[in-house]
């Protein structure tokens, strides 16, 4: 419980200097110039705490919330943190890899390290219901984990808002991944629901690394 409001806390502490300080908020993005010609890794890190307004950072801390409260008293707090910053810096390194010749691209949000949580935690708690407000009725998890990742398509068709939709799909797989080596059985346990939630994010991940012209990628500029 305390690493929950811990991260909740950071996330929201440098969103709002980000709110405030467009310098800071520049300074940290995750931007694909910066790091690979200036070297700046540490906006790695520092990008998965900001966010672009407040609606973006509510919408991550909700998410990370219904998922992390539970799934801390299955896992333990270290593994917690492993699957955060592992998620979250995963999902950036796809979106470097995808952005690598589109030295413009900046992204920001907790959406990649919110994207392994999730997943994690429908591999690992697939029952229960998550409430999305304002529906007075909850939804299965796993149902709730497809919508984030048909969303993030969404998003990264209209590459708009400075949001990082690409580390969305990276930071699922890295979550599952993470989820698969600490906890085998899971996966083995549910394995139908493993192939369900990885094979629509793994096939349009091909389709996107072998076509990005398809998803409007030719507007971004060096």
């Known amino acids: 419980m305390l690493v929950v409001m811990l991260l909740i806390l950071i996330a929201v502490l440098v969103s709002l ?4 300080d467009q310098s800071f908020f520049e300074r940290y993005a995750f931007f694909v110039g910066g790091i690979l010609r200036n070297r700046q890794y540490e906006r790695f890190l520092i990008s998965t705490f900001l ?16 998922f992390a409260i539970e799934l801390v008293h299955f896992t333990g707090q270290i593994f917690l943190l492993l ?26 949000g907790a959406s990649g390290a919110v994207s392994g949580v999730i997943f994690s935690s429908v591999l690992l708690l697939p029952g229960g219901s998550i409430l999305i407000f304002p529906f007075p009725f909850g939804i299965p998890p796993w149902l709730f984990a497809i ?3 048909l969303f993030s398509v969404y998003g990264i068709g209209r590459q708009s808002g400075n949001i990082g939709h690409e580390a969305h799909l990276g930071g699922a797989l890295c979550g599952i991944l993470i989820t698969a080596l ?6 083995l346990d549910h ?6 939630l990885v094979l629509p994010v793994a096939l349009f ?17 060096e």
Do not use: E, M
């Not at 810096?89 to 796809?94: A, S, T, W």
């Not at 991940?205 to 500029?221: A, E, T």
């Open 191 to 196: 394995w139908f629901l493993t192939i369900v």
């Open 147 to 149: 919508l984030f990742v």
């Open 17 to 20: 200097n980000g709110f405030r």
């Open 83 to 108: 699957l955060f910053f592992g998620s979250g810096i995963g999902g950036d390194f796809l979106a470097l890899l995808i952005h690598r010749k589109h030295a413009g691209y900046r992204a920001v």
């Open 205 to 221: 991940l091909f389709v996107y690394l072998k076509n990005p012209q398809s998803l409007h990628l030719g507007k971004w500029k």
């Open 51 to 66: 966010h672009v307004d407040y609606i973006h950072l509510f919408f991550n801390i909700f998410s990370f919330y219904s």
């Open 182 to 187: 600490v906890y085998p059985s899971a996966l």
